[in-house]
């Protein structure tokens, strides 16, 4: 292993994807509303104009359109015959082999998507959320917190989901040092496409390293469950045991799969939990009436993904000529999905710039839509749910600190609250 890679830590690697994806300082729900009612449609590259740096790979000849609108995101998403996504294998996948579900298509996504897909089932993870989640989250995180009666919750909002769902893919619980460095090579590698091109070279190698780094630490995990059996229930376990296209996965394949599972592992459920908190804080009495009736967790979970999505566009290839919104695509263009601005489309939510958890739930876009929605949408929300609880069950009178800057969700994407100072009795 390279001493770059590891040498990174798993703070400044996260401090690092937060400021490579920050695009300009704007007031982006602002922007997007006048887009949503004067240019729902344009023929431009919303997002590279913000300084936002391209996952799929570079290629000026293609051109790029931008979409804010509810129901033309839902058509796109939806519709992964006509609006592929097959493209992210060149730029973001390229760090993972190609092998990445996000930049699969077709019967070859469907294969691999069926092969992940039970061990993010409600089932596992509802039995792993009561013999794992809880326990770690109280006894390990929150517990410990209680007598210092301060804390900036995005220190915990950082570590716990890397611990919880490290374990559920299987790596041993006693070594955390080398989770925490594991998980810093995941983030690295999303630090690999960059806007500036001076500092693309530098950051692809970065980016290369850390990736080599994680494959071949985790190469060693597979290859000694493989060992021992594999009869476990986590994730290594069972797509050593799976079958594939008919036939049983080698062990590089199940670490390359593993691998690119990794970098967005804790990432997204980190900014959300940041965000969520952030809604309820300022919102005192909501918090209250959250901390009395905890039926309303999911609730609030759902609708912090509506009003804060931390991935906050999405983007597919047109697979043959199309319209859309009156704009003519050409085959091969690129379809860019503010799902930011559709999640506050005001005529498919009433109130939609209103942080409302008694809303009548509609699908929203924070976790994507279609046949690409997010295979870990259920753990986050599992563990969303027991940090919260956790919280509220453990850190009584909890409220922003009056002695620190208040929170700032920020980010054009990877969007979320980089501090989170609260106080408690």
């Known amino acids: 292993m390279s001493t770059p890679a590891a040498a990174t830590s798993l703070e400044s690697a996260f401090a690092g994807v937060a400021d490579n994806y920050k695009g300009s300082d704007v007031d982006l729900h602002a922007i ?25 790979g570079l290629d000026a ?20 015959t006509n609006f592929t996504s097959g493209f992210i294998a060149e730029g973001l996948g390229a760090f993972f082999d190609g092998l990445i579900l996000t930049g699969m298509d077709g019967e070859v996504h469907r294969r691999a998507r069926s092969l992940l ?61 080398q989770i925490e460095q594991y998980a810093a090579w995941a983030l690295a590698i999303l630090a690999g496409p960059q806007v500036d091109a001076e500092k693309a070279a530098q950051a692809r ?39 594939y296209e008919g036939r049983h996965l080698d ?8 691998r ?28 209250a009436r959250v901390r009395a009736d905890r039926s309303l967790v999911p609730k609030a979970i759902d609708e912090a993904v509506r009003f804060e999505p931390v991935a906050t566009f999405k983007v597919r290839q047109a697979a043959q000529d199309t319209e859309i919104g009156g704009f003519s695509i050409p085959k091969g263009a690129m379809v860019q999905c503010i799902v930011s601005s559709a999640n506050r ?22 976790f994507g839509f279609g046949p690409h929605m997010c295979i870990g949408q259920f753990i986050a929300k599992v563990e969303l749910s027991v940090a919260v609880n956790t919280i509220l069950d453990l850190l ?12 700032q969700i920020v980010g054009a994407q990877l969007r979320g609250p980089h501090a989170l100072h609260v106080i408690w009795d």
Not at 216 to 223: H, I, P, Q
Not at 225 to 233: L, S
Not at 350 to 366: A, M, V
């Open 345 to 366: 489309d005001e005529e498919v939510f009433e109130n939609s710039e209103s942080f409302d958890i008694d809303r009548k739930l509609k699908p929203s876009f924070g």
């Open 260 to 287: 690119s599972l990794l970098p967005a592992a804790g990432e997204t459920t980190t900014r959300t939990f940041g965000s969520l908190m952030v809604a309820l804080l300022e919102r005192p009495e909501l918090l």
């Open 251 to 258: 062990d590089h394949e199940v670490a390359t799969f593993v």
């Open 61 to 80: 000849n293609r051109p790029t359109f931008t979409l804010f609108k509810y129901k033309d995101v839902m058509s796109v998403l939806r519709d992964a």
């Open 32 to 56: 997007y509303r006048d887009m949503r009612r004067n240019s729902p449609v344009i023929a431009e590259d919303f997002m590279a104009r913000l300084g936002v740096p391209n996952i799929a």
């Open 205 to 243: 190698k970065a980016a290369m390293e850390a990736a080599q780094a994680l494959y071949d630490a985790v190469k060693l995990e597979v290859t000694e469950v493989r060992k021992n059996g594999a009869q476990g229930d986590d994730l290594i376990c069972r797509l050593i045991r799976a079958e």
């Open 117 to 177: 897909q039970p061990v993010f089932m409600p089932d596992v993870v509802n039995r792993w959320r009561e013999t794992k989640m809880a326990p770690i989250v109280r006894n390990e995180y929150i517990e410990p917190m209680v007598p210092k009666r301060r804390a900036d919750l995005m220190d915990f909002g950082l570590h716990f989901p890397i611990r919880l769902i490290y374990s559920l893919i299987g790596f041993p619980d006693n070594r955390p040092e």
């Open 396 to 407: 009584p009178n909890l409220r922003l600190d009056p002695d620190m800057p208040k929170p």
